[in-house]
């Protein structure tokens, strides 16, 4: 058995190579966008006769490009690749599920990233872990390391990149966010073959005020209250982009030679940028918060059973990815069971699921606390019973 998981690395790469990196992503961005223009007249005027999206056929029709624009050789062919398979996805998703259909990207509002699909093939992990190697397509004039046949530019990694004896590599992205460079690693481990039994389960109810209320095999009840820091940074983001929707987006400015342009203004720029960086570490603190939580229900049961509930309130799509993954790595249980939605957002509610779940409480336990858990970045979890 194997468990997959990513591995976030900063990079630093020199001033010169981030303009090549730059302008790699930016080519994948414009052959994004021209491929879903193809795929969208071909579908509205010529009734899909192409077929694009049978097979491999997108991809191939993106190599073929080359050709006709021979910019696109610059980049490496795993990356540009990339870009035919994700207007794929998302449209394979937006057949299968609630998703809307692919829309065109700004790389202004959003780099697009590098991925490369295969072990070393494109990149290389080098010196010990420190150095990450990122090839590029055919660039005249760019010197080009030995035993190798494309140009590539050196990045140092933050923390070196070691696997372990049972790891290997699955893929490697790169990606840009604030203005600073991280490398995504994907890595699958193998894990030895444990049998877990299922006799200490906890069903978990989202569809409360709490974020959730839980009963488990010895009939304890669980109270987690509402992540605050959800809403903390939730007004911080709502209060920076009202300051920046308030500035200039075109601001005139001119160039040495006298011609004029528009362009937002710095303040604008400036309070941009602390958006981002509010949304990343909203991001970056809330998943921590919620591994946190599903280590700790995992060191103390077996089976982890969760309704089927969806919110715009509550982070509970992104817990329970979270759970899954945890026991998968634990080589643990877990289940999404679908209840009826009247009538469950109490206590009562939580008991009247778990009897619909199929699980009854254990009668040698006579004990029924109830606690009372809260999450905070700074302190962690904190109980108390009631």
């Given at each position: 058995m194997s468990v997959i998981y990513n591995k976030k690395i900063e990079i630093t790469f020199k001033k010169n190579d981030v303009c090549i990196l730059d302008n790699q992503s930016k080519i994948c961005n414009w052959l994004y966008n021209y491929l879903l223009e193809v795929c969208i007249k071909d579908y509205m005027d010529n009734n899909d006769s192409l077929k694009l999206l049978d097979g491999r056929n997108l991809r191939n029709y993106a190599t073929s490009l080359k050709k006709e624009y021979p910019f696109l050789k610059t980049v490496y062919s795993a990356p540009l690749k990339e870009c035919a398979y994700r207007i794929k996805r998302a449209y394979i998703k937006s057949f299968t599920s609630s998703a809307g259909l692919p829309n065109f990207r700004s790389w202004k509002k959003k780099w697009f990233s590098l991925v490369f699909d295969e072990p070393f093939k494109g990149w290389e992990v080098k010196d010990d872990g420190n150095i990450i190697s990122v090839s590029l397509g055919k660039i005249p004039d760019l010197p080009v390391e030995d035993g190798k046949r494309n140009p590539s530019v050196l990045g140092k990694l933050k923390v070196p990149m070691i696997l372990e004896p049972d790891e290997r590599y699955k893929l490697f992205s790169l990606v840009k966010k604030d203005n600073k460079f991280y490398g995504i690693f994907t890595i699958e481990k193998q894990l030895p073959l444990i049998h877990s039994s299922t006799s200490k389960w906890i069903v978990l109810n989202l569809e409360t005020q709490d974020f959730f209320i839980s009963l488990d095999y010895k009939g304890d009840i669980l109270k987690f209250k509402q992540i605050n820091l959800v809403?903390?940074?939730?007004?911080?983001?709502?209060?920076?982009?009202?300051?920046?929707?308030?500035?200039?987006?075109?601001?005139?400015?001119?160039?040495?030679?006298?011609?004029?342009?528009?362009?937002?203004?710095?303040?604008?720029?400036?309070?941009?940028?602390?958006?981002?960086?509010?949304?990343?570490?909203?991001?970056?603190?809330?998943?921590?918060?919620?591994?946190?939580?599903?280590?700790?229900?995992?060191?103390?049961?077996?089976?982890?059973?969760?309704?089927?509930?969806?919110?715009?309130?509550?982070?509970?799509?992104?817990?329970?990815?979270?759970?899954?993954?945890?026991?998968?790595?634990?080589?643990?249980?877990?289940?999404?069971?679908?209840?009826?939605?009247?009538?469950?957002?109490?206590?009562?509610?939580?008991?009247?699921?778990?009897?619909?779940?199929?699980?009854c409480v254990d009668e040698l336990y006579s004990s029924n606390k109830t606690l009372v858990g809260e999450a905070s970045f700074k302190e962690g979890l904190h109980f108390k019973e009631i």
């Open positions: 809403k903390y940074w939730d007004n911080q983001i709502y209060n920076i982009k009202a300051k920046r929707d308030d500035c200039k987006t075109k601001y005139k400015k001119y160039t040495t030679s006298g011609a004029k342009f528009t362009t937002h203004s710095s303040r604008w720029n400036k309070l941009n940028d602390a958006l981002n960086t509010a949304k990343n570490t909203k991001q970056s603190q809330l998943k921590g918060i919620l591994f946190q939580i599903s280590l700790y229900l995992y060191k103390h049961y077996d089976l982890i059973v969760v309704t089927d509930y969806t919110s715009n309130v509550k982070p509970v799509g992104y817990f329970r990815r979270i759970l899954k993954w945890t026991s998968e790595k634990q080589q643990k249980h877990f289940i999404i069971n679908s209840h009826p939605k009247e009538n469950s957002v109490d206590i009562e509610g939580t008991r009247h699921i778990t009897r619909l779940a199929g699980y």
